[in-house]
């Protein structure tokens, strides 16, 4: 029966970093520096778990149409904008592919970059476009604008997963003033950078803006995720959406979380001062980064080699390998709590 089963997924699919972990788990590491998949290192408070417990006991019932808690405590970081939300950023991202794009239409992705944009668009049998950023991973405006001539959607990411270097706005400008399709702007890492990219959203209706609460707001477990986008937008992605997405228990926990505004800012200073410290203290060359995350360029190693060795010593980063349009000589290492990062200084140093 496998012969029904579509070409594209008997290929590719989500690459799933999870060597690292076995590699640690069997070194009998007695605790494991988590420093591979960008996450917030501290569990929920005890306020958001309270909310998670007290939803799961209507779990029976269906989530409402409108989850309103959840809405009013995302107005309250967004009052200007129109949301809409998903089962993760990553389920809004197959939202608004569904909407725009059809079979054969072309899809533009400035790489390398996080690969669920080319693994969603492709599964909605869109030809997938690649543009390769410069050397210093800044984006090329004139080439990406070439690229996204008769394109109905492109992807942007800033802070740029793995890269972590931010796009000024004013080349977001650029590219929106220059481009007719909508440009989906991957915000996943934007409360980490000082940078605010939401004012374009007044002057340009093809620009969509991706949020998370799986980063900043410590719900990576929960797939809680949503997009600001122009008004004209929202009710066609009302109709695209998977119904019900977003669980009651995710409603509950992400409107909690999302009031703890005192702890997203404490974390992301903390990110701030590690950057800092990764820059100056790690001895491989650190790309400049605005995410909780920075790309460490371990040449003449390779990213895999490094990453194997790290694990052996019961610390996980990724290796970029898989990350296409990327040399194979980098790891992306998040920053976790004090004791991990001061493990991965000391680790990747003695590589
Ligand atoms: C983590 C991440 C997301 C968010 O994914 P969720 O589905 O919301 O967990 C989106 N884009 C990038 C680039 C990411 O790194």
Known sequence: MKRWVRDLYKESGYVYATRAWEIAKGA???????LASNENPSPPSPA???????AVKGANRYPPENQWDLLAALKRWHPDEHMVLGAGMDGVIETVIR???????????????????????????ARVVLCRREPDFSVNVPAFLQACRGAR?????TPNNPTGNVTPPEAVAEILDGMEGVLFLDNAYVEFSGTDYRPLLRKYDNLVIGRTLSKIHALAGLRLGYALVPAWMDPYLEKAKTPFAVSVVAAAAGAAALGEAERAKAYAAHVARWRERYTKEI??????????????????????????????????VRSCASFPDLADHYLRVSI??????????REINAL
């Open 99 to 125: 909407v725009l794009v059809g079979a054969g239409d072309p899809v533009v992705i400035s790489t390398p970059t996080f690969s669920f944009y080319g693994i969603a668009a492709a599964a909605q049998g």
């Open 153 to 157: 959607l492109a992807f942007l990411c």
């Open 28 to 34: 009998g590491c007695p605790k494991i520096a988590r």
């Open 336 to 345: 976790g709590e004090d004791w991990e990062n001061e493990l991965l200084i």
């Open 283 to 316: 001895r491989w060359k650190v790309h400049p980064s605005g995410a909780n995350f920075v790309l460490v360029d371990v040449a003449p190693l390779t990213g895999t080699e490094a990453m194997e060795r790290l694990a052996a010593r019961c610390v996980l």
């Open 48 to 54: 958001v778990v309270a909310a998670a417990c007290e």
